[in-house]
């Protein structure tokens, strides 16, 4: 029952968030090759390297330790497999187990399955990605007391990565805190209660609990930060995509702001042509280099407008794949519509990533297309500046 609770709660909190990096520690690794007895069987069949698909592979492992386990993982394993074990994980016993076709995260959690005598898991996974490279998987050993009572301990968890828009998934305070109180809400009530606060400036989780109620909230902290990198895997041809058009819409509204910066140097040549005409300085005919030029420049101005538009269209469409953006239609004061919506492009153009807003399909009604963040801050200044027709 409580596993499954801890798993709902952690679907529900990663709805509300985007991905992140995973930030960890090195542990020890088995020194020497697996016996026979333990290594693996079968070949890894390397996808991956088209289309961005991961590597699988296939183990028969006839059981021995989590070192030697290990040892088989990384035998098979077509890339890299970069796995750290924690204080006394090596010689932790592992059953034996079959694998086919599965990719080398999923065999690294099988770990997991080696379970206590009340069916807790005995060790905890996690992954540190960077942004280029193979991931660096952490195998620990689960705290003592997961099963319940003991007196109240004192520890602390960072969860910058939760927290941290630029490198996580920029979760909002209340909301992890809020997972933690409906965690622990769910169990039987003996005991103390445990003690949550989180310290913003240095994004620290403290907790005075028991062990049991620690290992709870270990396992809800863990599972976000490795179901949302998987999210954040996932994503990964989109995000690069959208790296990809920010670039091209730059370079072209540069190219634009030159453009404009040589129309204007030609329309000062026309005019001042025009002027050595009528004082019959230069001959009629004169003229027409600077009209032929006029009409090159025009034509590219229309070009690169055509080709900004593009390139925002597919811009917008990007990052309403990757960024959690939604659409939302409000109401503003039928009135102040044009000027309403003229302020409110200029402020969804300045914003990073920027923001949608047109027309609805009623009148008063303005479209924004953004992440919760910026419609909320949208509908604020809205609010704020009495254009909201509520």
């Not at 069987?41 to 390297?49: E, H, I, S």
């Not at 990964?236 to 129309?263: C, F, G, N, S, Y």
């Not at 204007?264 to 003229?287: C, F, S, Y």
């Not at 102040?336 to 409110?344: C, G, I, K, V, Y």
Request: glycine content about 10%.
């Amino acid at each position: 029952m409580a596993n499954a609770v801890r798993k709902g709660l952690i679907l529900a909190v990663l709805g509300l968030a985007a991905a992140m990096p995973a930030v960890g520690q090195d542990g020890g690794q088995p020194n020497g090759p697996a016996p026979a007895s333990t290594r693996s069987v079968g070949t890894p069949t390397a996808l991956g390297l088209l289309g961005g698909q991961p590597s699988v592979l296939s183990l028969s492992f006839s059981g021995g330790t989590v070192g030697e386990y290990v040892e088989a993982l990384r035998a098979q394993s077509a890339v890299g497999a970069n796995i750290s074990l924690g204080p006394a994980v090596a010689e932790m016993p592992m059953p034996p187990i079959q694998l086919r076709d599965v990719v080398l995260s999923v065999a690294v959690r099988a770990v997991e399955t080696v379970t206590d005598s009340q069916g807790a898991p005995m060790m905890l996974t996690r992954s540190i990605v960077g942004e280029g490279g193979e991931p660096l998987f952490v195998i620990s050993a689960r705290a003592d007391g997961a099963s319940g009572g003991g007196s109240p301990t004192l520890r602390s968890f960072s969860v910058a990565t939760l927290l941290d828009s630029r490198r996580g998934i920029g979760m909002e305070p209340k909301t992890l805190l809020g997972a933690i109180e409906s965690l622990l809400s769910m169990e039987d009530g003996a005991g103390e209660s445990a003690r949550v606060m989180l310290h913003k400036e240095t994004s620290t989780l403290i907790m005075r609990a028991r062990k049991d109620q620690l290992v709870a909230v270990e396992d809800l902290l863990v599972g976000l930060e490795r179901d949302a990198v998987e999210l954040r895997d996932s994503e990964r041809p989109a995000r690069a995509l959208v790296t990809e058009l920010e670039a091209e819409l730059r370079a072209v509204r540069e190219k634009r702001e030159i453009l404009h910066e040589r129309m204007r140097l030609n329309e000062k040549n026309i005019a001042q042509t025009d002027h050595m005409i009528k004082q019959g300085v230069v001959p009629q005919g004169a003229q027409d280099a600077n009209r032929e030029q006029s009409r090159k420049l025009e034509e590219e101005r229309i070009e690169l407008e055509l080709r900004e538009s593009h390139l925002t269209n597919r811009l917008e469409d990007a990052l309403a794949a990757v960024g959690g953006r939604t659409v939302v239609v409000l109401r503003v004061k039928p009135e102040a519509l044009e000027r309403t919506l003229d302020a409110a492009g200029a402020i969804c153009g300045a914003m990073s990533p920027r923001m949608r807003v047109g027309k609805g399909d009623q009148p008063g009604e303005l479209e924004f297309m953004g992440t919760p963040t910026q419609i909320e801050g949208v509908r604020g200044w809205l609010r704020a500046q009495a254009l909201l027709a509520e």
